[in-house]
């Protein structure tokens, strides 16, 4: 499927932008996205997900960007004939039909015309609107609205799938049918990149994730690396913390109201939590479970827009130039 | 060239669905119609040549005699250039297309809507000229409708097969591009449909004053001009006569040539400032006038220099009258100022007024975030 040598299909380098001299939006972005997955972009509100995918889409100019989308450098005009994008809050011409506002967007992205027609189709019924096709946009709903873009943004038959707040206004079903749309691209190769705030829709499809916080890639990579250092296993029992519990090198334990008290053990070895079930069996213990935890992405962005600092999520928005200044001013 | 056609496709589907470009095609049908009802009628009772025939409209004679020297296909042709064009592209339906088109850049520009196109494998510049372009359709299309209708009735009522008819479509679409420039401009940089046309329109009343200040300020100074030159004339005559009454007249015509001078230096600066501004400003006046130009031949009009309601028109005073200057005269100078008006400056300095324009906002639209 991929035509350029690259390794990867989104290879961002030194990705900054500033708005009007004043607010620093993007800061040394570094992310990588392989070939043939699919790539969840996470942050909160004015964190710069849209302005990155802006800058990739050539929407937005970058005040610096190096690195390369399906081997070319960033802001490539004709590479973006093998991307399909979804922008949020999308406005489609509503003047025209869903089957012409595919075939006119993929004029756009220089699909000849028979392939038009036969994808607009076909796209059509993949999304589940070719009853509509031939009804105006301005009778469509939300969730209509959402379907026929995700069509146009698979219209000519891309490598590399931009979307972005993709479910947004979509019911659960058809929620579910994006997701399986999107596993069906990524089963056929093509890469998708998904910018979302529903983290539970992107941790059931994305292979790997990176977090933006104020502009900066606060962290990346599998949803299992991320979450590496939080597996653990808890055990749930009757009565109060046992007295041997410092024996055991990585485990601790945490009372709950109900007169239960968690034993946590740092590990996701089995054979580490064979021994203090023994212990507690032996000291006539009820064990209400035991199970394998790992943190959800939902902990894990919570996490990564925590100020350590201060235990609070940082301000929404990107980060002023004024913020940084003062920020370096306190840490001379 | 498949973007490229897309695009202007999708102009033309943005204009149809637009009620404003049918209302205005309607009316133009309206309006062009008029040609078909207007003819001429001998007049039985007539016992001189002046009236001998009569405008007619339908069935219905008017008491309007049809001026000397004119025939039906005059008629059709004037209705065509003065109410069709002067009056009705240039202006009611000029200002139903800037109303109508006002809002294609800002809607295009609105946020959802700039990223479905910017992100295609297209260049900014090609997607803002080939809008602009396709901005210029609603009047491409409405004057193209109109010219072929009047051309088949003039050449089917009067039998003049006039292609010059053709001409109003270059004109026009120029006309309406030197005010939808200043929109597209205006659009790019507010996108504010209202904001858009209201500096347009603004615009347009700023360029229509300037044209009026032309006219204006030129008949004062072509007729200080002819004063001038008449009270040279006389100046010589008086002092080659061997009278004494001219002798004494001279120091009084030299003071009133030394007061006319003056005062046609004073006219001369100020209609020479009007047309300099004018020299950097697109030309709308002037470039509908090009098709009277083709269509109307001069002989074909009513003669007014010697038209005796015209001398005593109050711009020329006694005092000029008495050395002999005509209302006629100045008429006559004055339109042939306008008429050694170029081409090449009547249109050549308006496109380079909407080449810089368009450059901006090329430059506003190429560089702007969205």
Redesign the interface.
Known sequence: MTSDNGKYAIDLHEVDKVYKGKVHALCSIEMKVHHGEIFGLLGPNGAGKSTLVKIMMTVVRPTKAKGTMLGQPIGHKPTLARVGYLPEHHRFPNYLTGRQTLEFFAALAKVDRPTRKKRAASLLELVGMSEWGNKKISSYSKGMMQRVGIAQALMNDPDLIVLDEPTDGVDPVGRRDIRDVLIKMKDQGKTVFLNSHLLSELEMVCDRVAILVQGKVATQGTIDDLTADSQRYEIVIDGQEPSWVNEFGDLRAESRANHQTVLILGSTDAGKVQPIIDRLRSTQTTIHSIKPVRESLEDLFMRAVTDPATGKAYQPGAASTKRKKKRAGEGS | M??T???F??AY??L??RKMFWITLILSGVVVSTLLIIGVVDNPESTTSFDSQHIKVMFWETPIPLPLGMDLEDILKGTFVYLGIGVWLTWAAAILALISTAGIFPDFL??????????????RLRIFLTKYVGGLLFVALQVTVFSTAAFAIVGFRAGAWEPAFFLAIPLVVAFFSFLFCVSALVGTITRSAITSLLVTMLFWVLLFAFNTADEVLSMPRVTNEIYVEKLDEKLIELRNADDANSKIRVPVVEKQLVEATESRDLWRKWHSLIYGIKTVLPKTGETISLLERQLIEKADLPDTTNNNNNKNLPSISSKMAAVGVRTADVIVRMEDIYLNRTVTWILGTSFIFEAFVLSLACWVFC?R??
């Open positions: 498949t973007q056609l897309a695009l496709i999708d589907r943005e149809n669905a609105s946020a959802g809507a700039i990223d479905l196109v910017l992100h295609k494998p297209i260049g560089r975030d969205y």
